[in-house]
């Protein structure tokens, strides 16, 4: 496996998991170059240590690409548009794709790459922002063992765990969206159970310090209950992303026949979240429905 401190890695996409990820990647000594739409975190990771702005003269030094933005569609700009990034990097470059897509996109990428002498890895991400800035994500992984070589230095200083579940792509992104699955249940779930709490004169802060340690816990739980403890609706992973994600979700399970009525109940409210200016809140602001529903009022709203 190569030195992480000889790899060089272009990042494109800097938003609240790609730009801890390439933290975690500067610590490991990688040479990083950087591209975002926007100037300001190119700038801050900059600061921090990336080796440069990723450009056209940059990209053909690069190993390893690894691409964090919203969706397929952009995916597939980034890396085959008209300044798209495939056409830059050296053959034998691997692409490693770290967003959450239809496993049968991932599979057309892959293809594609082939075609231009580039390996590919469909790689979707889970473990938040706080862990891709602290190197500790798990990687959902598939994609050839050559591919698997050229990018380990890079998916190691970004992971706590790479899941290697296959020798081609679409894998991984299936197994992304049974994790989205449980995720987005689980993010609806405590917003209805914080709600009913509320109704019993249960404090979101209280509900939050005993569930946690309690058989009805869950990791969104304890990770998104201290936002609405707080009333603090930044954004690290937005309601609309679930929009997405569990769209996904549900036409691989229509596709195959699968019955996923509690995901079907959690889009509907992220659905009603994101129709009523939510969107681009934290995605646990999906409570502010079933809150406004029981007439319950959450730390950081009005009476």
């Not at 591209?35 to 190119?42: A, T």
């Not at 970004?158 to 296959?166: D, I, K, R, W, Y």
Request: glycine content about 10%; overall charge negative.
């Amino acid at each position: 496996m190569t030195d992480p401190k000889s790899a060089t890695a272009a990042f494109v996409g800097l938003g609240s998991m790609g730009y801890g990820m390439v933290q975690s990647a500067i610590r490991a000594g990688i040479d990083c170059y950087c591209r975002d739409v926007r100037p300001e975190p190119v700038e801050r990771i900059l600061a921090d240590g990336a080796k440069g702005a990723l450009s056209a003269e940059t990209l053909i030094h690069c190993d390893v690409a690894i691409v964090t933005v919203l969706n397929a569609a952009q995916t597939k700009e980034v890396l085959f548009g008209a300044d798209g990034i495939a056409q830059h990097l050296p053959k034998g470059a691997v692409i490693v794709s770290c967003v959450t897509m239809a496993p049968g996109v991932a599979r057309e990428l892959e293809v594609r790459c082939r075609d231009v002498e580039l390996l590919f890895i469909d790689a979707p991400i889970s473990g938040g922002s706080l862990k891709a800035a602290s190197g500790m994500l798990s990687i959902l992984a598939s994609g050839s063992p050559e591919a698997f070589a050229a990018a380990g230095p890079v998916l190691d200083a970004m992971a706590e765990t790479v899941f290697e579940l296959g020798d081609t792509a679409g894998t991984a992104s299936a197994m992304k969206a049974v994790n989205q699955l449980l995720c987005g249940v689980h993010i609806a779930a405590l917003g209805e159970a914080l709600t009913f709490a509320a109704t019993q004169n249960i404090p979101p802060e209280q509900f939050i310090n005993v569930i946690s340690k309690c058989a009805g816990s869950s990791w969104m739980l304890e990770n998104r209950g201290p936002h609405i403890v707080a009333g603090d609706y930044t954004p690290h992973s937005a309601v609309n992303i679930w929009l997405k994600d569990l769209e996904i979700a549900g036409t691989l399970a229509e596709q195959a026949g699968a019955s996923t009525p509690l995901m079907i109940a959690a889009l509907d409210q992220f659905k009603a979240a994101a129709d009523a200016g939510l969107g681009g809140e934290d995605d646990a602001a999906v409570v502010k429905i079933y809150a406004e529903a029981a007439g319950v009022t959450l730390p950081g709203t009005k009476e």
